[in-house]
């Protein structure tokens, strides 16, 4: 029987421990990959195929080929374009104001402020706060002949405003839980990325006789520049995903019809009230493809204006380099 020598075994034992050592990253990673695949990308393989299929909720298993006959159903429907264009201007006007005053509160939490801890854990409670209860409390405040803000409004002579039926005051209602809700959790995040930014760039600004606003300007907003583009590229998918606020704000078939002329129905409602309302599980797949295709195309074009942005600055900081040394050399000449 042949004896393994020390040498051999000692260089086996190394190879195990190399190869376990580059095998171990893909052994922390894989649990996550694992969820991924069943959770997220097998709903959303099976949710195209549906898409291309005839289903009703009464009998899933009995589905008929359709090919792209939901797709090209949904391009010529009415509702669908309506959601669309409900589903923009809710995230315009909901994710312009939340982000704007975000970075506000961030920029007044940076300063030391007396019980600025209590200041940070409070403009976060609203995020924690369920959806439901927020749109219930925020459906009184909007109430037509009881609600606070007609009656603070009727202070001032103002008319009684319908927040539900009306189409603009409707969805600046749900845009206003929405920036509530919302606001607070992208101030901590540029509150994050503002402690982040090194102390000696404001001290070389102050030096150069920068008051606040121009330090705010030229350090702090250069500096967030990243965060900024990663919290609109968020913002904006969740306002493309924007459900719970339009059903409970009146709530019952009103709200998954969004009103009574479907003023502020999202792409998202319409899309529950096709499969549980209506039954048809193959358009309301297509609906939810034709919403994620959606979000991919505004994630590119984020991406590629951020690599745009990202170039521009690249260019310029190599021409003021060149600039500096031209001038020294000359200087030196």
Not at 155 to 179: E, R
Not at 284 to 303: D, E, P, R, S, Y
Request: glycine share 8%.
């Amino acid at each position: 029987m042949a004896v393994m020598s020390p040498a051999k075994l000692l260089t086996r034992r190394q190879l195990w421990r190399r190869r376990g050592t580059k095998a171990a990253p893909y052994a922390f990673i894989a649990p996550f990959f694992v969820f991924f695949a069943a959770f997220g990308l097998f709903p959303l393989i099976y949710t195209g195929y549906v898409s291309l299929h005839r289903v009703r909720l009464q009998n899933p298993d009995d589905m008929s080929w359709v090919g792209l006959d939901n797709y090209t159903t949904l391009l010529q429907d009415e509702f669908f374009w309506n959601s669309l264009k409900n589903t923009f201007t809710i995230g315009v006007i909901s994710t312009v104001p939340q982000l704007c005053l975000a970075l506000g509160l961030a920029h007044l939490l940076n300063y030391r402020l007396r019980g600025r801890t209590f200041f940070r854990v409070a403009i976060l409670l609203p995020y924690a706060t369920s959806v439901a209860a927020a749109t219930l409390v925020f459906a009184g405040l909007f109430g037509r002949d009881y609600g606070m803000l007609n009656w603070f409004l009727g202070q001032f002579g103002v008319d009684p405003i319908d927040w539900f039926n009306d189409k603009w005051p409707s969805q600046i209602a749900i845009s206003t839980i929405v920036t509530w809700r919302w606001t607070g959790y992208n101030a901590l995040i540029y509150l994050a990325a503002m402690q982040a930014i090194p102390y000696d760039r404001y001290e070389s600004a102050m030096l150069d006789g920068a008051g606040r606003w121009q330090q705010f300007r030229h350090v702090t907003l250069p500096g967030l520049r990243p965060t900024i583009v990663f919290t609109i590229i968020v913002s904006t998918i969740g306002a493309l995903q924007i459900f719970g606020e339009p059903l409970l704000l009146q709530g019952g078939t009103t709200g998954m019809n969004g009103g009574a002329s479907r003023q502020y129905q999202t792409t998202g409602l319409y899309m529950y009230q096709s499969g549980w309302q209506y039954f048809s599980l193959g358009k309301a797949a297509a609906i939810a493809w034709l919403l994620f295709l959606l979000i991919v195309i505004v994630i590119g074009v984020n991406a590629l204006i951020a690599r745009q942005r990202l170039r521009y600055a690249a260019k310029y900081a190599t021409s003021v380099t060149a600039a500096s040394s031209t001038n020294a050399s000359v200087r030196k000449g």
